[in-house]
């Protein structure tokens, strides 16, 4: 869990990811009550992406990339890497 930053300074306890430049599939969930549900609603969207949607898709997993959720305002997004 983390945010983006272009802070040259990195406050202790912090570490920096860099997100590889991919292609991803980005999918929105709505976190707008940040509660017990929202990690079940999170878990839903992802068995969703890999067990419904990659199947009928054309796209394919990257596995050499790297997947990440990213949170902003009341939208939570699941960012899944494709070939």
């Known amino acids: 869990f983390g945010f983006e930053t272009n802070c ?17 599939a980005v999918f929105e969930a709505d976190c707008s009550v940040f509660d017990e549900k929202l990690s079940e609603k999170l878990k839903k969207l992802w068995k969703y992406i890999f067990d419904e949607w990659f199947p009928v898709s054309e796209k394919k997993f990257d596995e050499e990339k790297m997947c990440f959720e990213f949170y902003k305002g009341e939208k939570a997004y699941i960012c899944v890497p494709v070939k």
Do not use: H, L, Q, R
Request: charged fraction near 30%.
């Open 8 to 24: 040259e300074k990195i406050p202790e306890g912090f570490t920096v990811i860099n997100v590889p430049k991919a292609e991803y």
